[in-house]
T-cell receptor, first 113, second 113 residues
């Protein structure tokens, strides 16, 4: 499974863009990059995923470098409710149609008023 | 569409007892995965069930078991509870096919005394 490296913590001013980096230099060609977040005392929440192209949805944008060794999750206008731990997860295929999410330690994002 | 529900939300058990946790996935989802979250080990994958069959399993002892019913509801059982089993147990549902997003429930907080 690909290993990931994320900053332990980051701060972002409310209303500004939050850019969360992730290094996944050992990712294999068919592994997607998934992003989840976990707000305190809640279950993780799916944000976005991508393979090699940049992706955007109503929550965030995902920028994946051309060599696929790193990616950046962008929250365009961070609010206090975006304070959470953000996980970057290469999705590993476990055979028989099964995928397994392997959570690391993630980045604790604090949005500051 | 109703989200993932887990019951009970909180549970206190004594060492040596057994416990059964329940998870009802999103309607139409056929896959249920279980995770354990502790402060020391973070989020760890327990197992996944798809169409009533265990399709994937993490590195947990045999005291941890599960099953899935024909309506996709799943139960997780832990026998001979140990103090170290105190954790937040999360289940996640997904379609189970293709590359899929997992939708997590609020979790069951188990305390073993």
């Amino acid at each position: 499974d690909a290993k990931t490296t994320q900053p332990t913590s980051m701060d972002c001013a409310e209303g500004r863009a939050a850019n969360l980096p992730c290094n996944h230099s050992t990712i294999s060609g068919n592994e997607y990059v998934y992003w989840y977040r976990q707000i305190h005392s809640q279950g993780p929440q799916y944000i976005i995923h991508g393979l090699k192209n940049n992706e955007t949805n109503e929550m965030a944008s995902l920028i994946i470098t051309e060599d696929r060794k790193s990616s950046t999750l962008i929250l365009p206008h961070a609010t206090l409710r975006d304070t959470a731990v953000y996980y970057c997860i290469p999705l590993a295929y476990s055979g028989a149609g099964s995928y397994q999410l392997t959570f690391g330690k993630g980045t604790k994002l604090s949005v500051i008023p | 569409k109703a989200g993932v529900t887990q019951t009970p939300r909180y549970l206190i058990k004594t060492r040596g007892q057994q416990v059964t946790l329940s998870c009802s996935p999103i309607s139409g989802h056929r896959s249920v995965s279980w995770y354990q979250q502790t402060p020391g080990q973070g989020l760890q994958f327990l197992f996944e069930y798809f169409s009533e069959t265990q399709r994937n399993k993490g590195n947990f002892p045999g005291r941890f078991s599960g099953r899935q019913f024909s309506n996709s509801r799943s139960e997780m059982n832990v026998s001979t509870l140990e103090l170290g089993d105190s954790a937040l147990y999360l289940c996640a549902s997904s379609t189970g096919t293709g590359t899929y997003e997992q939708y997590f429930g609020p979790g069951t907080r188990l305390t073993v005394t």
